[in-house]
């Protein structure tokens, strides 16, 4: 499973950024998608989720303010952030959880999660 994300940069505060990751690779199924943060000299950190049936959760952190989505395409999940404050500047990583896929030897195998390669967002005050 390979994650490919999108959509970082830098904005001053109050601005809007919004990020795209695409999963890729011979998947059979996941339980859902997210996007987790890690900020200098902090552990990695959820962000929001969702899951295949459409529930979405959020770290109280981010609530009214990020919008976690699904893409038409089931394996695309998007991440609306407004009102972007300074204490929001990290490397965003795209997460999904327990994917299970198809080896080259056309195997299955279930997986506890895979990750991106993480995308920079830098908020200025």
């Known amino acids: 499973v390979q994650l490919q994300a999108s959509g970082g940069g830098s904005v001053q505060s109050g601005g809007s950024l919004r990020l795209s990751c695409v999963a890729s690779g011979r998947i059979i199924s996941f339980n859902g998608m997210g996007w987790y943060r890690q900020a200098p000299g902090k552990q990695r950190a959820l962000v929001a989720t969702i899951t295949t049936g459409g529930t979405a959760s959020y770290a109280e952190s981010v609530k009214g303010r990020f919008t976690i989505s699904r893409g038409n395409d089931k394996n695309t999940v998007h991440l609306q952030m407004n009102s972007l404050k300074p204490e929001d500047t990290a490397v965003y990583y795209c997460?999904?959880?327990?994917?299970?896929?198809?080896?080259?030897?056309?195997?299955?195998?279930?997986?506890?999660?895979?990750w991106g390669q993480g995308t920079q967002v830098t908020v200025s005050s």
């Open positions: 997460h999904v959880d327990r994917p299970t896929y198809y080896t080259a030897n056309d195997d299955p195998v279930a997986s506890a999660d895979a």
